[in-house]
């Protein structure tokens, strides 16, 4: 069964640009989860996409957006870009939705950088 | 806020030598998972602990959740250059599925 694949693996922009990651969770998963993860900070919590509708977010700025499609594939949406933004984005996917002790599957990540 | 702390931030041993890694919250959480990542790949799910007291064992890898379930350890034993990753700690907050990330373990094993 393949892993949960995103695209692009490595993304630089420059300030005040937008950009579009995209996950492919694992065949039959149906709920994706999107964190951040950068030196400083660690691992933070996005957003949690379950059969099209989000059901969680975490602390960022309303410039971090995030859709679910009826394969459940996800994108996320980071617009004005500012360099802080520069991180490893990671979506996981899981069977249902994430909680009692549910298994998340993490994908490879998009790297994004921003100049 | 429900923060993870965990210590030590960096460690490097040589192979062989035994390990403990901690996980401390101020707060309960409903489950504890941890997490191995080997650079360029996202983070791999070790273990769920679930129950205050739980004691899971996953080779030379042992993992306790504290009684109160705001803690919880990691340790390896005779580790392995293979070992060599960031172990993450990772909580559950309520049953809301949102995992709450403890900063991390970079660990790294000589030969």
């Known amino acids: 069964k393949a892993g949960v694949t995103q695209t692009p693996r490595y993304l630089i922009k420059t300030r005040g640009q937008q950009v579009t990651l995209s996950c492919s969770p694992i065949?039959?998963?149906?709920?994706v989860s999107w964190y951040q993860q950068t030196p400083g900070q660690g691992l933070q919590f996005l957003f949690e996409?379950?059969?099209?509708?989000?059901?969680n977010k975490g602390n960022f700025p309303g410039r971090f957006s995030g859709r679910q499609f009826s394969n459940s594939r996800s994108e996320m949406n980071v617009s004005t870009l500012e360099l802080g933004d520069s991180a490893l984005y990671l979506c996981a996917s899981s069977l249902a939705v994430t909680g009692a002790g549910e298994t998340q599957y993490f994908g490879p990540g998009t790297r994004l950088l921003v100049l | 806020t429900q923060l993870l702390e965990q210590s030590p931030q960096f460690l490097s041993i040589q192979e062989g030598e035994n390990l403990t890694v901690y996980c401390n919250s101020s707060s309960v959480f409903s489950s504890l998972q941890w997490y191995r990542q080997e650079p360029g790949e996202g983070p791999v799910l070790l273990v769920t602990v679930v129950t205050g007291g739980e004691v899971k064992k996953l080779k030379r890898l042992t993992f306790q959740f504290g009684d109160a379930r705001k803690d919880s350890s990691l340790h390896i034993t005779a580790a392995q250059p293979g070992d060599t990753g960031l172990y993450l700690c990772?909580?559950?907050?309520?049953?809301?599925?949102?995992?709450?990330f403890g900063q991390g373990t970079t660990l790294q094993v000589k030969p």
């Open positions: 996409y379950f059969s099209e509708t989000q059901r």
């Open positions: 065949s039959g998963h149906r709920s």
């Open positions: 990772a909580g559950e907050a309520g049953n809301t599925g949102k995992l709450i």
